[in-house]
C-alpha cells in the first residue's frame, strides 16, 4: 500500500522536486508485532531534516494518520514502513517558491527476511572503494541524496556479504552503506563522529543513550581503519535489522563479544 | 509535453530510484531557432555519466527519437528541454539488479525570459554559504543529487541577484548554483578545477575549446575568493543562458571586458 498526500497511488507526479534534485528526506521504519517501533524518534528526526533543509512541512497530524492508515492495513503482518517527505512540486530550477505544499509518501513493504544468525552469530562485511560526499551542512541528514549509498552497495552482489563499510575523504570509516558502525576498543565503546558525512541513525542514538544510561565507556570521535583491525567488537545497526555483530571484514575475524551482546539484549527490551 | 520511456505521462512510479535516491541523471538543453543546441554534446555527456554511475542504458536510439518528437512538438516555440535518467524502477534498498531496466523522461519547458542586458550588460552575483559537497568519484557528473544546488539557490530571494557562486570545502570557488564560471586574471582566461566537486558543464567545455582554439592563454586551476576579488573579468555559463558577464559580487564591480565580450561572439559562432 501507498498514500501519496493520504490518497492510495502509486505514482507522483514528475515534476516533483524529489525526483527532479533529490529534494527531500526519508524515514526507514520496522513494524513489527503490531507496532511502528521508534515511531516518535523518526518523526523527530523528519522534522529537524525539514528544519535543517527548509522543507515546510506542517501536516505532522495528517502524517501520523496516515502511518495509521498503513498500520491497521498491514494488521498483523511484520513489514518495513518507509515515509518520504519531498519540498513539493513545481517549476524548473532549483529556486523553490516558499509558498510550496511538501510532499508526503507512506507505503508498506515486506520485512526482509535476513537469517536469525545474522544476530547471533555476526555478519561478514567488506570495506567500499566509493567514499561519502563530505558536506559539513548535509552531515546527519537522512535525505533523499544517496548515491554514495547506491554505488557503495552495487560493488558487491556475493549474498555472503552483508554489508560494506565506507569513509570519507580523509580515509575515516564512517559507517556502513545502510547502517551506523560502532566498535569495542580498549573496552570503550565507539561510533564514528557524524560531522562530516553520514546519517544520525536512530538505533545509534537509542543506544548512545542505553550505552549512558548503563555507565558503559563511550566516545564518538573519527575512526581510522587501523581502529577497525584492532577493535575487539565490531556491530552494525540500523532500524530493520536491530543490532549484527561484525563476525569478519575481509581477512580479520571477530568474536560475538559480550558488549555486543549486552546491547542486543538492552536494545531488545527498550521501550520502542 | 513530457514523455516517460516514450509515452506521453505526467507521472512516475513512486517505486522508481530517481525518487528514492537521486539514482540518475539530467541534461538541460536549449532549443532556439528549431534547434536542440549541442544535442550530441549532452547525449555524450548522459552517456558517459551513464557509465561512471554504472547505469544500464542502452536506449539511445530511443531517447534521440523521444528529443526528435518533443522538438516537433515545439516546432517554433523556443524552449528548454530536459532528460532525465534514472536507474530505472524496483526494490527497496541500494542495491539494484543488473537487469533493472533504465527510465527515459523528457520533457519540454518555457524558455526562461532573462532580459537581454544580462548578456550585455552583466549580472549581479553573490557568494553562497552553502558549500558544494566533496566527492572525487562524482565530481563533473550531472547527476540527479542536487541538494547542494538547492539550499545555496534558495539563500536568496532578490529577484536582481540572478547567480550565487559556491565554494567546496576547502575554501574554493568552484561554480554557481546552476552555471559555471570563469575568471580573467592577468590576461589569462581560468575556470574552476571540477576535480572535486562541480558540474562539468556543455558551454564550459565548448568555451575551452573555443579559447584553446583562438590561442587565448588558459587555465584550469583552483580559484580562491581572493582570485575573485583581483579578477578583471568574470563571466558565468550554462546552456540555456549563454555567458552572462559578473557586473559586481557584492560591493566589487567588474566591467564586462574585451575577453568576455569575445567569448560571447565566438560562442555565438560556434555550430550548434
Given amino acids: 500500500m501507498i498514500l501519496v498526500n493520504g490518497k492510495p497511488e502509486d505514482r507522483i507526479a514528475i515534476t516533483d522536486r524529489g525526483l527532479q534534485y533529490g529534494d527531500g528526506l526519508f524515514e526507514t521504519i520496522a513494524y513489527r508485532n503490531g507496532i511502528a517501533e521508534f515511531l516518535q524518534q523518526h518523526l523527530e528526526r523528519l522534522l529537524l531534516g525539514c528544519e535543517k533543509l527548509g522543507i515546510n512541512f506542517t501536516h505532522v497530524d495528517r502524517l501520523k494518520h496516515e502511518v495509521t492508515q498503513i498500520c491497521d492495513d498491514l494488521a498483523d503482518n511484520d513489514a518495513v514502513i518507509k515515509i518520504i517527505i519531498t519540498r513539493g512540486s513545481g517549476g524548473r530550477g532549483y529556486f523553490a517558491n516558499a509558498d510550496m505544499v511538501a510532499t508526503r509518501i507512506v507505503s508498506s513493504h515486506p520485512l526482509p527476511n535476513y537469517p536469525e544468525e545474522h544476530a547471533t552469530n555476526g555478519v561478514a562485511v567488506r570495506f567500499c572503494q ?7 551542512q548535509l552531515a546527519g541528514i537522512k535525505h533523499l541524496n544517496r548515491l554514495d549509498q547506491v554505488l557503495a552497495r552495487n560493488e558487491w552482489t556475493d ?3 552483508s554489508e560494506g563499510l565506507m569513509s570519507n575523504a580523509d580515509g575515516n570509516i564512517v559507517e556502513g552503506t545502510m547502517s551506523n558502525l560502532f566498535i569495542v576498543l580498549g573496552n570503550k565503546l565507539i561510533t564514528p563522529l557524524l560531522t562530516h558525512a553520514g546519517i544520525a541513525g536512530i538505533i545509534r542514538a ?14 564518538q570521535r573519527n575512526v581510522s581503519r587501523s581502529d577497525i583491525t584492532n577493535a575487539q567488537e565490531l556491530f552494525v545497526c540500523n532500524s530493520v535489522i536491530g543490532i549484527w555483530p561484525v563476525r569478519s571484514i575481509e581477512t580479520r575475524s571477530y568474536p560475538v563479544g559480550p558488549i555486543t551482546q549486552l546491547l542486543q539484549i538492552l536494545l531488545s527490551k527498550s521501550p520502542k
Fill in 159 to 161: 549474498p555472503a556479504i
Fill in 206 to 219: 537509542r543506544l548512545i543513550a542505553i550505552a549512558q544510561d548503563y555507565g558503559l565507556e563511550f566516545e
Fill in 130 to 136: 566509493h567514499r561519502l560526499s563530505d558536506n559539513v
